[in-house]
């Protein structure tokens, strides 16, 4: 079975950096694309970027582009998100998804939206971002 496994959280002042990590375990397929994500307490999952390994395409959400950066390791199985110029609006628990569906994707908007159905989330990592 298909596992994603999140880490790199922590405890971050405000203007700082954190690289989380998504790590995939299970999956066979030829095409995929990972999501992440991130919600805060009281307020609902908010989209934060995606990627898919089919056209290397990638997409951010407005709150966070020119600060993030999503990348891929294929050899590692892993998909990563480097986090700069952090503010505490950014904090909360970050979550990565899979689609797993095999097909070629380039992302987009569609995919940070909450319709989007992905088919397997990882257990998430805590990020605080405090002074």
């Known amino acids: 079975q298909v596992q994603l496994v999140e880490s790199g959280g922590g405890l971050v002042q405000p203007g700082g950096s954190l690289r989380l990590s998504c790590a995939a375990s299970?999956?066979?397929?030829?095409?995929?694309?990972i999501g992440w994500f991130r919600q805060a307490p009281g307020k609902e999952r908010e989209g934060v970027s995606s990627?898919?390994?089919?056209?290397?395409?990638?997409y951010y959400a407005d709150a966070v582009k020119d600060r993030f950066a999503i990348s891929r390791d294929n050899a590692k199985n892993t998909v990563y998100l480097q986090m700069n110029s952090l503010k505490p609006e950014d904090a909360g628990v970050y979550y990565c998804?899979?689609?797993?569906?095999?097909?070629?994707?380039?992302?987009?908007?569609?995919?940070?939206?909450?319709?989007?159905?992905?088919?397997?989330w990882g257990q998430g990592t805590q990020v605080t971002v405090s002074s």
């Open positions: 998804a899979a689609d797993l569906s095999n097909r070629p994707i380039r992302v987009g908007a569609l995919s940070l939206s909450i319709r989007y159905q992905y088919d397997v």
């Open positions: 299970g999956f066979t397929g030829d095409y995929y694309a």
């Open positions: 990627i898919s390994s089919s056209d290397d395409s990638t």
